[in-house]
């Protein structure tokens, strides 16, 4: 069974410095990998996502993803994040043999002034 | 998204009582999921329907039952509510076209006393 691990609870960047949120993947088969935010109050917004092709993947609010098949890896990355980008992000997976994607269990991401 | 709206938005009930959450969707999606997020655990998958005649159970369909009225309307239902259902419920659709992105609706917090 597919399944996503982020080991990071919780990740802490300055304003205006790189972020890294990690993400690490386990499917049998090709990998559907997607990222997720949550804002407070508010359902989950589709960030990115990998299906096939180059391995860094751009998505909206200057975010980008890198897949490393040979790490089984996709992290997240900004090249300077703003205080807006603090919320709740979500990697998920969906192998080509099922139907359902399976969440990791959430890194809350909290970028000060 | 507000192509997906869930009602009510914030419930309180009791111990016992049967509860139904809904969930529409203007997306023109066939396939419709309901999550469950509790803290640390992320997202975990109760049921999602295919099409309207294709309803399955995911992780955690214990104590929940669901119903696909129409291609835009997907329902949950706690039959008898306990405690432990306390949570954040999302509703979430897709149209698999390869890749199977989805779309989440804002949110019923449901809290059971």
């Known amino acids: 069974a597919q399944s996503v691990a982020q080991p990071e609870d919780q990740v802490n960047v300055a304003e205006g410095n790189p972020l890294t949120v990690k993400c690490t993947y386990s499917?049998?088969?090709?990998?559907?990998l997607f990222w997720y935010v949550q804002y407070p109050n508010r359902g989950l917004q589709f960030l990115l996502k990998?299906?096939?092709?180059?391995?860094l993947v751009k998505g909206s609010y200057g975010f980008e993803a890198e897949f490393n098949k040979s790490q089984t890896s996709f992290h997240l990355k900004k090249p300077s994040a703003l205080v807006s980008d603090s919320a709740l992000y979500f990697c998920?997976?969906?192998?080509?043999?099922?139907?359902?994607?399976?969440f990791g269990t959430g890194t809350r991401l909290l970028v000060s002034p | 998204d507000a192509d997906v709206t869930q009602t009510p938005r914030n419930r309180i009930t009791k111990t016992g009582k049967r509860i139904m959450l809904e969930c529409s969707q203007t997306?023109?999606?066939?396939?419709m999921y309901w999550y469950r997020q509790d803290p640390g655990l992320g997202l975990r998958l109760i049921y999602y329907?295919?099409?309207?005649?294709?309803?399955n159970k995911g992780e955690i369909s214990d104590g929940y039952s669901v119903s696909r009225q129409a291609q835009a309307k997907f329902s949950l239902s706690l039959e008898s509510a306990i405690p432990n259902q306390t949570a954040l419920y999302f509703c979430?659709?897709?149209?698999?076209?390869?890749?199977?992105?989805?779309?989440f609706g804002p949110g019923t917090r449901l809290t059971v006393l």
């Open positions: 979430a659709t897709s149209d698999f076209q390869g890749t199977d992105t989805q779309y």
């Open positions: 499917v049998s088969g090709n990998p559907y």
């Open positions: 990998y299906i096939t092709g180059d391995n």
């Open positions: 998920a997976v969906r192998d080509t043999g099922f139907q359902k994607l399976v």
């Open positions: 997306k023109g999606h066939d396939r």
């Open positions: 329907s295919f099409d309207v005649k294709d309803i």
